[in-house]
T-cell receptor
Framework: SAVISQKPSRDICQRGTSLTIQCQVD?????MFWYRQQPGQSLTLIAT?????????ESGFVIDKFPISRPNLTFSTLTVSNMSPEDSSIYLC????????????????FGPGTRLTVL | GDSVTQMEGPVTLSEEAFLTINCTYT??????LFWYVQYPGEGLQLLLK?????DKGSNKGFEATYRKETTSFHLEKGSVQVSDSAVYFC?????????FGKGTRLSVIA
């Protein structure tokens, strides 16, 4: 599988501030996604990060709150803006798509996650 | 839309007990099915997968068979270990990104 890293691994932030999370993959991937896992809950897809164009957001998530960048096939960022305690979650980057012989089309792999606590 | 329903936890078993975690799905077309595992304090790992009907995915003693007639993908292990304690997520992938079930927390006691 591809090696996926995320920075920071965890952070504690004050309400009203913003945090940018980085996701780096060791090979080129077609698809990159951002998920949120609230405490004790399952994973919810925030958006699909599209290279060179605006991200595709799922219902309930908007660009102003979660701006996403994807400048190339190995890197993406997710910003959590104007944070409130309800944004305290684990944010996970996920990748999928053809990348040599490392990833098949139907598989998705996940980064280690960024644990965010908002006070 | 596509959805996954898995049994609610938590599940507590003694070491060497038999494990079954039920998972059923609703999807259009022919999705691929997955089980992911999340160990305490760690990220999500792919445990096993099946891409078509009657396929059996297996890994680390865990198995699951893609049953199209019952739209199910139940996870089984014959003899669990304390190290299997984790949260298990059933997921499907059709023409959209992965859709997850709510997760089942498994605790194995010695």
């Amino acid at each position: 599988s591809a090696v996926i890293s995320q920075k920071p691994s965890r952070d504690i932030c004050q309400r009203g501030t913003s945090l940018t999370i980085q996701c780096q993959v060791d090979s080129q991937v077609t698809m990159m996604f951002w998920y949120r896992q609230q405490p004790g809950q399952s994973l919810t897809l925030i958006a699909t990060a599209n290279q060179g164009s605006e991200a595709t957001y799922e219902s309930g998530f908007v660009i102003d709150k979660f701006p996403i960048s994807r400048p190339n096939l190995t890197f993406s960022t997710l910003t959590v803006s104007n944070m409130s305690p309800e944004d305290s979650s684990i944010y996970l980057c996920s990748v999928g798509g053809l990348a040599g012989d490392k990833i098949t089309y139907n598989e998705q792999f996940f980064g280690p996650g960024t644990r965010l606590t908002v006070l | 839309g596509d959805s996954v329903t898995q049994m609610e936890g938590p599940v507590t078993l003694s070491e060497e007990a038999f494990l079954t975690i039920n998972c059923t799905y609703t999807a259009t077309g022919y999705p691929s099915l997955f089980w992911y595992v999340q160990y305490p304090g760690e990220g999500l790992q792919l445990l096993l997968k099946a891409t078509k009907a009657d396929d059996k995915g297996s890994n680390k003693g865990f198995e699951a068979t893609y049953r199209k007639e019952t739209t199910s993908f139940h996870l089984e292990k014959g003899s669990v270990q304390v190290s299997d304690s984790a949260v298990y997520f059933c997921a499907l992938k059709g023409n959209t990104p992965l859709v997850f079930g709510k997760g089942t927390r498994l605790s194995v006691i010695a």
